[in-house]
C-alpha cells in the first residue's frame, strides 16, 4: 500500500508564489512516476505536471513557464514550484504516483488565488 501525504497550500495574491510537496511511503519499491492534478470546482481533474522515474517532466500548456515540478528520490519526495500564479490556477491540487500500473492519490490541497 502506498500513502501519499501533500503540504503547502494556501491563499496568495495574483502574482505570488507557492510550493507544494508530496511524500510518499509505503511499499514503493521499483521505478515510479508522481505527478500533480488540480481541480477546481465545477471542473474535471486536469494534469498539472509530471516527473517520470528518470526525471524528464511533463507540463500542461497552461502553466508551462511558471511551475516547476522536482523530485528528491531519497525522499520519495515531489514538489511543485508555481510562480506567477494567477486566479485561474485556483484549485484543489492533488498528488499522484503511478506504481506497477496503479494509481495512488493524496488527499488534496486547496490553492486560492485571489487578492
Known amino acids: 500500500q502506498v500513502q501519499l501525504v501533500e503540504s503547502g497550500g494556501g491563499l496568495v495574491q495574483p502574482g505570488g508564489s507557492l510550493r507544494l510537496s508530496c511524500a510518499a511511503s509505503g511499499s514503493i519499491f521499483s521505478s515510479y512516476t508522481m505527478g500533480w492534478y488540480r481541480q477546481a470546482p465545477g471542473k474535471q481533474r486536469d494534469l498539472v505536471a509530471r516527473?517520470?522515474?528518470?526525471?524528464?517532466?511533463a507540463y500542461a500548456d497552461s502553466v508551462k513557464g511558471r511551475f516547476t515540478i522536482s523530485r528528491d528520490n531519497a525522499k520519495n519526495t515531489v514538489y511543485l514550484q508555481m510562480n506567477s500564479l494567477k486566479p485561474e490556477d485556483t484549485a484543489v491540487y492533488y498528488c499522484?504516483?503511478?506504481?506497477?500500473?496503479?494509481?495512488?492519490w493524496g488527499q488534496g490541497t486547496q490553492v486560492t488565488v485571489s487578492s
Open positions: 499522484n504516483l503511478v506504481l506497477r500500473g496503479l494509481n495512488y
Open positions: 516527473i517520470f522515474s528518470g526525471g524528464s517532466t
